[in-house]
């Protein structure tokens, strides 16, 4: 059973370029979350999708946008990027009824 | 606001020595609280979801407790390969979505 799986693993990109991550859910899962994780700090939400629409959104400007396809999977879209969008760039899978998310590896984004 | 906080942010230990680690939360509706353990540079594992005060879960050396105010992780005769962050999350259901608010993290480390 494959789980949460995320491309590219890492990522080096220039200030004001754009970058798309890659997502796909545990098998069954059908909702997908992005979260932000700086160095040190605990994930922060940036937000949901379910159904290919955006459920909720944390506190991150409209330069960070997504998608989710009919077969679950799942993009995070940067645009203009700035040195503090460097982080690690989590996706986490879960059902729609349930509460539990399981992570994937991750994407360390690096912009310079 | 929702917020988490997880005490202490680091915590050395001998192997052997058991100890407890705390999650102080303040989320309104409360639907769940998690707890994860990171590896460095790597996504979060999950370990335990916890619904109702005074409900307890195990695994291994871990039981995680919960109280109307809080979590504690107890680690019992950890072993080296115990080191890693954990962190803890507590589910805020809004507008249907299953946002976690994350705390910062604490930093385990078990010395031989």
């Known amino acids: 059973d494959a789980g949460v799986t995320q491309s590219p693993t890492h990522l080096i990109k220039t200030r004001g370029q754009q970058v798309t991550l890659r997502c796909s859910p545990k098998s069954g899962h059908d909702t997908v979350s992005w979260y932000q994780q700086a160095l040190g700090q605990g994930p922060q939400f940036i937000f949901q999708y379910y159904e290919e629409e955006e459920r909720q959104r944390g506190n991150f400007p409209d330069r960070f946008s997504g998608h989710q396809f009919p077969n679950y999977s799942s993009e995070l879209n940067v645009n203009a990027l700035l040195l503090g969008d460097s982080a690690l760039y989590l996706c986490?899978?879960?059902?729609?009824?349930?509460?539990?998310?399981?992570f994937g590896p991750g994407t360390r984004l690096t912009v310079t | 606001e929702d917020q988490v906080t997880q005490s202490p942010e680091a915590l050395r230990l001998q192997e052997g020595e058991s100890s407890s680690l705390n999650c102080s939360y303040t989320v309104s509706g409360l639907r769940g609280l998690f707890w994860y353990r990171q590896d460095p540079g790597k996504g979060p594992e999950f370990l335990f979801t916890l619904y109702s005060a005074g409900e307890e879960k195990e695994k291994e050396r871990l039981k995680a407790t919960l109280t109307k105010k809080e979590s504690f992780l107890h680690i019992t005769a950890p072993k080296p390969e115990d080191s890693a962050t954990y962190l803890c999350?507590?589910?805020?259901?809004?507008?249907?979505?299953?946002?976690?608010?994350f705390g910062q993290g604490t930093r385990l480390t078990i010395n031989p």
């Open positions: 999350a507590a589910s805020d259901p809004i507008q249907g979505a299953q946002k976690l608010v």
């Open positions: 986490a899978s879960s059902l729609a009824t349930g509460y539990e998310q399981y």
